[in-house]
């Protein structure tokens, strides 16, 4: 793999979103399209139509980030996000109206009170705090995939409305930047259409037109929507998404490509808060058992690659599946296996990406057939996928706080569902030494300091942290707000992001 397509990369990012909202795979490259062409019948410079490419495809960039908080209040955050979709959630008729129908949704009924009451009273707060998250977070990966200042600025503004009615900051009007201002148009009106028809989505735009969308956008949606939208049900969105960026197509290779599949990586594991880092742990100790294994430099980094790819489709997984303590339901774990095939339908849609499916596609399947989600047995499993899977199962141990996870992994090679001669390469490259101790910390933070950001990246609270830490709930308090200041973000969200770039999880 010589030089990928970034629009690729960031396409397979725009599925991920997809999943994560309970959407058709493919939507928001539907969206893309709609509003790349939009863009140009309302007369934009190449520029201009450039940031509204790019917005368009990495709008909901920043939704993992605040998934388990969703979670935490709604239940299955996909459900959540898959209900609210078409809704404009600058109504606070249409806010209210979700709150008291799906506050506490799973809960019991006591339970289910509370939490309905505690939102009735608190809930424009939670909503900052959560759109906020998905900005922070947004805007550190699209710095890291080299986005434009136009297209950062844009996204900042992703959740935000023509009347001001928006979240975080209540921007309005012409503060707004024009890109942002067309996808909030066109994404609802891809979806209302999608899910009712072309003739709603018109109504819906005609009556939204000066409230959450700005006029002009709507009146050229009114316009030229209905063509563009009945254009794209004949056309296959990946194809299309990618036909419209600007020429010359930008490419990565080599170390930017790798720091881009590791905003991926990123992208999927702030999800779920136990599993932070989870993909880039798994790409590192991959990597270090295939050198132990001898393997070319090629294979190497193809698995390295993979490793932090393998998880893309576990996006799909309502994060109230993946924070579960208990046993999964026979349902839950229908859906949970179903990853790592959504994982190989994404990447298979890339012909530079292609390559890597065997790798990560497999890395839940067994020698001896046992695995998920297609049964292989040892003859269909490549030597690469069997690295991959045996540092998987060692991450997930760890992840999960198993003791001796070496003695687990041990065990799955014993019983014949691992490749014995990898486990002792993983294990080898493991090692059991603990963490070496740093002497300096990024950002100026201190040991503490460290020690209390893992925990909140992990999803813990404060009272839980200062339980494990043996301070008091006001001292890890104290230490969550420095480390807030010095890293220069507001949300757990983006501090768990923090914590997941400078490698602090492992």
């Known amino acids: 793999m010589t030089a990928v397509r970034l629009a690729e990369l960031v396409a397979i990012l725009a599925l991920g979103q997809d999943n994560a909202f309970g959407q058709p795979i493919g939507s928001q490259l539907r969206s893309c399209v709609l509003a790349t062409e939009l863009a140009e019948r309302m007369g934009l410079t190449a520029d201009d139509r450039d940031t509204v490419y790019w917005v368009s495809l990495l709008r909901y960039l920043g939704c993992t980030g605040h998934a388990f908080e969703v979670a935490a209040v709604f239940g299955d955050d996909i459900e959540t996000r898959s209900r609210t979709v078409v809704k404009d959630l600058s109504d606070p008729r249409e806010v209210l109206r979700e709150i008291v129908f799906h506050a506490g949704d799973g809960a019991s009924g006591p339970q289910r009170v509370k939490d309905v009451l505690a939102m009735l009273a608190g809930g424009r707060a939670y909503m900052e705090m959560n759109f906020q998250t998905g900005c922070e977070v947004g805007d550190s990966l699209a710095e890291r995939l080299s986005m434009s200042d136009d297209v950062r600025a844009s996204l900042r503004d992703t959740f935000e409305r023509w009347n ?70 004949d056309v296959d969105p990946w194809e299309a998404a990618l036909a419209l960026e600007s020429s010359p197509h930008r490419t990565v290779s080599g170390d930017v490509l790798d720091e881009a599949m590791r905003v991926a990586a990123d992208f999927v594991d702030l999800k779920n808060p136990g599993s932070a880092g989870h993909s880039r742990a798994v790409a590192d100790l991959a990597l270090r058992a295939a050198k132990q294994l001898g393997m070319s430099e090629e294979e190497q980094r193809n698995i390295a690659r993979a490793g932090w790819l393998h998880d893309l489709g576990i996006t799909a997984v309502p994060t109230s599946i993946l924070v579960k303590t208990g046993p999964l339901t026979r349902s839950e774990l229908d859906r949970y296996e179903l990853h790592p095939m ?82 002792e390469a993983v294990l080898v490259a493991a090692g059991h030494g603990g963490r070496a101790t740093r002497q300096t910390y990024p950002a100026g933070l201190t040991v503490r300091e460290v020690e209390v950001l893992v925990l909140a990246a992990r999803g813990h609270t404060v009272k839980q942290i200062a339980a494990q830490l043996f301070i008091s709930a006001k001292t890890a308090d104290r230490h969550i707000q420095n480390i807030y200041t010095k890293i220069g973000v507001s949300t757990r969200g983006a501090a768990a992001l923090f914590a997941m770039e400078n490698d602090l999880l492992a």
């Not at 890395?363 to 490549?382: I, N, Q, V």
């Open 342 to 423: 959504l994982t190989e339908q994404m990447l298979r849609r890339s012909d530079a990406l292609r390559e890597l499916v065997p790798t990560a596609g497999c890395h839940h399947e067994c020698l001896d057939g046992s695995g998920y989600p297609k049964g292989l047995t040892a003859g269909a499993l490549p030597r690469a996928a069997r690295v991959v899977a045996a540092a998987d199962v060692y991450q997930l141990a760890v992840d999960k706080g198993t003791e001796n996870p070496d003695v687990r992994l041990r065990d799955h090679a014993t019983a014949g569902r691992l490749d014995a001669q990898i486990v």
């Open 164 to 233: 001001g009615n928006g979240l975080p900051r209540g921007v309005k009007g012409t503060d707004i930047p024009l890109p942002m201002r067309i996808v909030h148009v066109t994404h609802d009106m891809e979806a209302i259409s999608r899910l009712q028809g072309i003739d709603r989505a018109l109504a819906f735009a005609g009556a939204r037109s000066g409230k959450a969308y700005d006029p002009l956008v709507a009146e050229a949606f009114l316009a030229h929507g209905r063509s563009i939208l009945e254009r794209l049900d």
